[in-house]
């Protein structure tokens, strides 16, 4: 089992002044205590389960080319994309380009998008929900065509591109690893085994059935259920000085045993370094192998 950090707070003492060296000194004590992969949000306001919409956010692709240029081994997404957030012939250039740019680390990360308030506020292209979806699997299929042998056009019902040329190709073949998050039953966990690498679940009382529904998605397209990866956001807390490391190792074996194979979240007070090193120091290697 592995971990892997999501930066979904840049409101740290130093403000934004701070932030470039706050967040290289973060990426790279997680790379040395032993995360997997970092992600950040694809959000341009705060959410309201973090804090209000004016603490600091950055806009999700520009950081993850500086933390790239920062870090030599985790890899690197959008936790998750917002699909309606950028045209996806735009998606698959920027995914490849870093993936070119930091050797092969990039996923794309992707979702329906929910946050109508940041939408509104900076005028972003947000419709409703049943043509997100729609929008997301036309992406999907974009994404995938665009990292093919494939220059050919795409028609679909929301998008049109004349030709599908992606040059440089990613380094990462067939293509970068994409996660779907979400847990819908009917659309997003279908098109996780019609589509995706791995899915992202919460370790709710309801995750064994889930894991269920994916399972028979994966039965009706003719997909091997266990070639795809099952994440969780889930919060990766020692304590202060590592008084809940024992909680979290009996969590994570517990969400193991269904099969989960990476616990990706937030970690409280993360600008300060030592809750990093103290996963890192025992919780990663008590997790391996499991």
Not at 4 to 13: E, Q, V
Not at 120 to 142: D, K
Not at 207 to 228: P, Q
Not at 229 to 249: A, I, N, R, W
Request: with cysteine; glycine share 10%.
């Amino acid at each position: 089992m592995k971990i892997g950090l999501h930066i979904a707070d840049f409101t740290y003492p130093a403000g934004g002044p701070g932030l470039a060296d706050d967040l290289t000194r973060i990426v790279v004590a997680a790379e040395e205590a032993g995360f997997q992969r970092v992600s950040v949000m694809d959000h341009l306001f705060q959410i309201q389960v973090l804090g209000p919409p004016e603490h600091e956010m950055l806009e999700a692709y520009t950081t993850l080319g500086y933390l790239a240029a920062r870090t030599e081994k985790v890899e690197l997404l959008a936790w998750v994309t917002a699909v309606s957030y950028r045209d996806p012939g735009m998606l698959a250039k920027i995914i490849t380009t870093l993936d070119v740019l930091s050797k092969g680390r990039a996923w794309l990360g992707i979702g329906a998008a929910w946050n109508s308030e940041e939408a509104e506020g900076l005028g972003l292209f947000f419709p409703g929900t049943a043509e997100r979806f729609e929008r997301l699997e036309e992406t999907l299929q974009i994404c995938l065509q665009m990292w093919s042998d494939s220059d050919a056009p795409y028609d679909g019902k929301h998008y049109r591109l004349g030709r599908t040329l992606n040059v440089p190709q990613s380094l990462q073949r067939p293509h970068p690893r994409i996660l779907i998050g979400g847990g819908g039953e009917k659309k997003t966990l279908r098109m996780v085994a019609q589509y995706a690498d791995a899915c992202n679940l919460f370790p709710s009382p309801d995750l064994e059935h889930k894991l269920d529904v994916l399972r028979g998605h994966c039965a009706d397209v003719g997909r091997d259920y266990d070639t795809i990866e099952k994440t969780v956001m889930f919060g990766l807390d020692p304590g202060e000085k590592g008084e809940k490391v024992g909680e979290l190792l009996t969590q994570l074996e517990r969400l193991a045993k269904l099969g989960i194979s990476e616990a990706h979240g937030w970690v409280p007070r993360v600008h300060e370094i030592e809750p990093l090193k103290i996963l890192g120091r025992e919780v990663v290697p008590a997790i391996a192998e499991l």
